[in-house]
């Protein structure tokens, strides 16, 4: 059948390779705009200490309020801004209004708590990327402290002696750094140490099935044991429910992102969670 209808298969699969194409240089120009525009907002999602339950930070999670198809997710958009190299003016814009919220948050006088940007490796390669840092935080008055910055294994990987300075010039602006999706990529034990950073984010893919799969638990102990022993602290994403929680918490994870508490909130949502510092169940 399909060679039956050879020509005209052609004829309608390059009209649906150019409509595709057509739809995807659309979207990069509405991407374009969207930065000009603010269509972004940012989003919330608090991380708890696994121990007393305490609200003790966030991870930033953009979301992108498309004019026509309401509010994206990143999975819908951080590809092609990466591909079109639109990424850095969107996270530099992310970053900036993470600073700007979070610092009024301070001078309201909430309990301030540290908040994570997700970093892609575009960006950190970016040569500018620790000036602008550093000038945001001196402009923002934000304590460095509580700024912090996912980075993804793979960005780590690359091992060169300008990663390891980046991150050494990174961590000397007072930033925290943290290693987003661990498990997923190679890093290894040597090769860890030799990094400034403070934090490993379980990969959620590894919590999941935490009982019932006798492999992914074993993963979870080894890295906590590791984290802990390289001087690192440890959470765990994508924790859903209270057989996750206990085997995290029996297991010294210290802290735990996930829908069990909540799931990323907007801006005003977070405020409200921050002014109660509230033991979160
Ligand atoms: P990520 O950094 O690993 O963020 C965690 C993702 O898991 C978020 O998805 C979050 O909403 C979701 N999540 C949290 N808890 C749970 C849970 O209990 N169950 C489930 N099923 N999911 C949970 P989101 O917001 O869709 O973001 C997806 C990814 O997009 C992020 O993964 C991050 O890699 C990227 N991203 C988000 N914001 C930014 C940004 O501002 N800049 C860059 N470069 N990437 C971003
Ligand atoms: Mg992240
Ligand atoms: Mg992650
Ligand atoms: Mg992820």
Known sequence: HAKEAGCDNYQFYATEMNSKAAKRLLFEVQLRHAVVRQEFVVYYQPKVDTADRKLIGAEALIRWNHPDLGLLTPANFIAIAEDSGLIVSIGQWVTEEVCRQNQAWLQHGHACVPISVNLSAIQFRNKSLVDSLRILLEETGLPPRLLELELTESVIMQGSETVIGTLQRLKQLGINLSIDDFGTGYS??????????????????????????????????????????????????????????????????????????????????????????????
């Open 188 to 281: 290894s034990l040597s090769y860890l140490k030799r990094f400034p950073i403070d934090t490993l984010k379980i990969d959620q893919s590894f919590v999941w099935d935490i009982a019932h799969d006798e492999s992914n638990a074993a993963i979870i102990k080894a890295i906590i044991s590791m984290a802990h022993s390289l001087k690192m602290s440890v959470i765990a994403e994508g924790v859903e429910t209270q057989e996750q929680l206990a085997f995290l918490e029996a297991h010294q994870c210290d802290a735990i992102q996930g829908y069990y508490f909540s799931q990323p909130v907007p801006a005003m949502k977070f405020e409200e969670m921050l002014k109660v510092q509230r033991t979160l169940h």
